[in-house]
């Protein structure tokens, strides 16, 4: 039996705790029946009115010494004012029915587990959205006025988003105006308190996947009071900037047990320790100061309010993913997240769940590419000497001959510039290609349904001169045998040419990898176009008028925006990343061949079929309206024009509707939308 000093002891240790505040719910009832306002209680605790309302609903706990003075003001008001009473020492009750029972702050009707809550609309206008009541899910009506995509239910793991954005106060402004008390002083400490406390994160985005780990962005002076340099100086590129290892915070997070993944400490550190069981421990970094944000994919982000930053991200991370980089090394991880390579699998002899390769995905092994898919400096080509040329599937860079142009043409004031947008993004859809190695043939029938590189002599098709050719980037015909992807093969036939590759390097194992990516990020685009007022029901003047304003609504999501279109180029492109750094040689392998998205055949398939696209669209617009393009830059094409306005030449039919098989405006992928207008001329 225990005894009295023991039971003393074990009272006094009770005593000694942190302050217990009463539940969220009731911080709020005390404070209205004391008739004082959530910003008059903010100033007289020195914090902000966001964060009283991160207490009242749950969100967040004031720390020392604020817990201590939060705790008195209550207990005082819970004297005066006790819960279905009569308020002490002469202080008027609040108004109530007598005879009604008691009301909650807020109903919590349930709701059944299948049926996951529309999200709030986001308000364009609106610098700053509100923390979300106690309520919860009950409180935001089912279906909202807007008609928004639908989105999972908020993971009760991770309560407070995916990200936060953490100021040289201590304050972490959370994805959805939330505000959270961060007391760390050091790295290792925030690490810890991300992991522990903080309720940041993010569900998976498939089944077989991995969540995504908590993101903090720390602003100058955060990275300051953690030790950190304020702005990260002394290489030639950015991307190589990172802490020396004997740099005290380097130091400090092995002295804690953490790692540092081989990028070290740089702009987007990644700090993590090994997985024990199912349970991952890592917290991404990004220094805001260190240019972590690119202006051009992110403009204008790194100089906002840190309230303003986390809301970008925050959007960004609830519609794309959250960032882990660049926004192109987020559109690499986005492939990746959207189609894990493993799976688990039960093995048929012992019965235990093993990983497995999951269909559809790339796996988890790098794989070489055939010769004429590397690039020059790859160990496959110097090992191989292998000079039987390469694939040279990139963008339109073409500008029409002068001596095409007519006298009509050139008498025309204006020239209109038309930008697809996200062509990229378009040409991804249903796109099949090759999952397995390649494969090598000699004299193949060429068969349009299988992705490869094909060596085939297109150079006796006479192209349009007054158009580029279909097969080359700089749009002149091709000068004897050369390799192409297979979409270019496959337009070479549609035109009704005959073609005998001469041989092809093809995979047998194909698929539509691409497919989850382009819808997720097709919806992301359409939805923060309509957050802008870019909407599909606009005609055709609505919608230029819309486009000309839509970056001025809302800076935010204007940069939102921006970060979308800079994900999918950038993915792409990372798919064929080459060799960085001065101290290179060729024929040694770079890092990025080791993982299994190194795929520049994906890459040149990509913008085969985008590069194709343009040209079906600049031919019919040549039949159906006699116009011809002055140039074409990747996705931009310039017509000569009578007026200021891509209405002024695009076709419409007698109804008023656009036709068919040309560019059409619109705010979808693949659509247009105008790029520019320049005055060729003025009349006098």
Known sequence: MASEEEL?????????????????????????????????????????????????????????????????????WAAKYPAHGTPTHGAPAPQSTPSAPPQPSAPQPPVPAPIAPAPQPVAPAAPERPARTAAGPAAAPRRPAAKKTAQPAQDPRFPHGPLAVLDGDGSAYGADGIVLDCPACTVPELVEWTLNESGLGAARLNRYGKDSDPLIA??????????LPEHLEGHEQRRSLRLPEDHPVVKQIAKA????????????????????????????????????????????????????????????????????????????????????????????????????????????????????????????????????????EEAYQWVRPVDTLTDEECTLPYAVGLDL??????????LVVGLSAPDHFHTPKFNPKIPGSWLVDLSHIEPEPRLPSPFTPDGTRPTGPAWYQ????????????????????????????LDPWHDRLKTAY??????LGVTRELDDRQFLAAMERHKQLDPALAAVLSAIKATVKGGVGKLRERPQGKSYKEGDRWPSLERPTWRPD???AVISKARVNMHRKLQNMARMTGLYPLAVLSDCVVYPSPGDSPLDFLPYAASGKPQPGGFRLGPTPGLAKLEGVQMLWRST
């Open 8 to 76: 003393f002891a074990n009272i006094d240790a009770l005593l000694d705790e942190e302050p217990q505040l009463p539940p969220p719910a009731e911080r709020a009832r005390l404070r209205e029946a004391a008739g004082i306002t959530q910003a008059r209680l903010a100033t007289a605790l020195k914090t902000t009115t966001q964060s009283v309302k991160n207490y009242e609903n749950g969100r967040s706990e004031p720390r020392s010494p604020r817990l201590e003075a939060y705790q008195r003001l209550l207990n005082g």
């Open 526 to 531: 359409v939805d923060t176009l309509a957050d």
């Open 218 to 227: 720390l602003t100058a002076t955060a990275a300051v009071k953690l030790g």
């Open 257 to 392: 047990k953490w790692q540092l993944t081989r990028r070290g400490f740089g702009p987007w550190a990644r700090i993590y320790r090994k997985v024990q069981g199912r349970d991952r421990q890592c917290v991404q970094l990004a220094l805001l100061s260190w240019d972590a944000l690119d202006e051009r994919s992110w403009p204008g982000v790194t100089d906002m309010e840190p309230a303003d930053i986390a809301r970008v991200l925050g959007i960004y991370a609830q519609r794309v993913i959250t960032p882990r980089g660049s926004t192109a090394v987020s559109g690499l991880e986005l492939m990746t997240a959207l189609r894990p390579p493993t799976k688990a699998v039960q093995d048929p002899e012992t019965g235990n769940w093993v990983s497995g390769y999951n269909a559809g995905s790339l796996g988890t092994e790098p794989m070489d590419p055939a010769p004429p898919e590397a690039t020059p400096e790859h160990p496959v080509v110097v090992n191989s000497g292998w000079t039987g040329g390469f694939l040279n």
């Open 486 to 513: 297979t979409h270019t093969v496959a337009y070479a036939q549609e035109l009704g040419h005959d073609v005998h590759p001469i041989e092809a390097y093809l995979r047998r194992e194909t698929g539509a990898y």
């Open 421 to 430: 947008n996200t062509a990229f993004l378009a040409a991804a859809a249903r």
């Open 602 to 604: 994906i890459r040149a």
